[in-house]
């Protein structure tokens, strides 16, 4: 592996900043102590700072030479809401707040590489270094965007980047075009009439309304969808009634779309919202249906693409990037930033979980899981892939 040496040198510090991180978390917009801790690190490097969009979002701006190019290189702060099991020295002292998707190795990470551009400046441009909040299911990008991130750090490009267990230390993933899918919830409420059990012809029944319901949306995915553009739709709650002998007045059913394209979530959303109006009609129910579309899918650009294919390459080399050619049904809101600007988002290998110390909780190494650690293997990896790639961008005429 080709890393930069003044970054593995100070593996040290680095280390030391992502396990203090780890031991502390943060929820979404909570993010206040983390967010110092970056700007402290920040401008003791004498880079410049920008603060308070999003709230806790932090924008370092390092500038060098003469020209107006300039890119941005985006990482995520915050923790998730469940308990660590782990039971080595940086575990958690929050109760129920835990680093389990990497968060802190992916601020650890760019703040290794801001140390390294302020230093070496071997680049002609900007760099912008975009520390979000809340990407797990808060929108921190998207609330950075309305802040004004692209207004007051005009950049041509963006570019993130996601730790993945399973995939070796050492190794790139990326995909062109569609990576990570949408994600989308719906809520359904079927308003009924309740009555005794024992006297259902006075009663307008929900849960029958729910039951035929529930059937007719998944033929939206069989027979309105075209086959060859993939979509999942889960129904993950149907609740109604609290007795045996109770017909309820009404029920609710809620769960997520998944897809990749916009079209087809829109004929989901249509097709679900007639379906659902229509059907408790035919009942003479209501059906009150509401669908929010949360993240967007996750498209990369594919010049951006093709640039950090060849940084990755560079560093690893050829045979340990592994460019896909399947996207997942996951998301991440880095996908606004897509939606603007162009750019990549790429995934970088946790290993399987054996570099975590002894003494960790039980379970395997996967993100989400109480006994994930991120992998401080990957610090110089990942520092070193966003200086290269910054440099290459910018790279002097
Ligand atoms: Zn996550
Ligand atoms: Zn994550």
Not at 285 to 305: D, W
Not at 311 to 335: H, K, L, N
Not at 353 to 363: D, I, N, Q, S
Request: aromatic residues 6%; negative net charge.
């Amino acid at each position: 592996m080709l890393l930069l040496d003044p970054i593995v040198q100070n593996l040290a510090e680095l280390q030391r900043i992502r396990r203090d991180i780890h031991a502390h978390p943060e929820l979404c917009y909570e993010e206040e102590r983390t967010s110092r801790i970056v700007v402290e690190k920040l401008t003791e490097w004498d880079i410049p700072v920008i603060t308070g969009m999003a709230g806790t979002g932090v924008v370092g701006v390092i500038r060098n030479g003469q020209s107006s190019r300039a890119v941005g290189l985006r990482a995520d702060m915050d923790a998730l809401p469940m308990q660590e099991a782990n039971s080595f020295a940086h575990a958690s002292v929050h109760q129920g707040k835990m680093h389990a998707c990497g968060h802190d190795g992916h601020t650890a990470m760019l703040l290794g590489a801001a140390q390294y551009l302020a230093r070496h400046r071997n680049f002609n441009g900007t760099v912008y270094l975009i520390f979000q909040p809340a990407e797990e299911g808060g929108g921190g990008a998207k609330r950075m965007m309305d802040d004004g991130l692209f207004h007051q750090c005009p950049m041509e490009a963006v570019f993130g980047m996601h730790n993945l267990p399973g995939a070796p230390v050492g190794t790139f993933g990326v995909k062109h075009g569609s990576m990570m899918a949408s994600s989308n919830q719906f809520e359904l409420r079927i308003q009924g009439k309740g009555a005794h059990a024992a006297q259902s012809h006075k009663a307008i029944d929900p849960i029958a309304v729910a039951v035929q319901i529930a059937h007719a949306w998944q033929t939206i995915i069989t027979r309105n969808k075209d086959p060859l553009r993939p979509a999942v739709m889960s129904i993950t709650q149907i609740n109604a009634g609290s007795a045996f002998n109770v017909i309820p007045d009404e029920a609710n059913l809620r769960g997520t779309v998944r897809t990749f394209h916009p079209d087809v979530l829109d004929l989901i959303e249509d097709r679900m919202r007639a379906i659902a109006e229509h059907t408790a009609a035919a009942f003479c129910a209501k059906a009150e249906f509401n669908f929010v579309r949360k993240y967007p899918s996750l498209i990369n650009h594919m010049q951006e693409t093709e640039l950090a294919i060849e940084v990755m390459r560079s560093i690893v080399g050829g045979e340990r990037v592994d460019v896909r050619d399947e996207p997942t049904m996951g998301s991440e809101d880095f996908a606004f930033m897509l939606q603007e600007k162009p750019g990549c988002y790429v995934y970088i290998g946790n290993g399987s979980g054996e570099g975590r110390e002894c003494g960790h909780g039980v379970g395997p190494c996967e993100l989400h899981n109480p006994s994930y650690d991120f992998n401080d293997a990957l610090l110089p990896i990942g520092a070193t892939y966003w200086v290269r790639l910054a440099e290459k961008f910018l790279a002097p005429a």
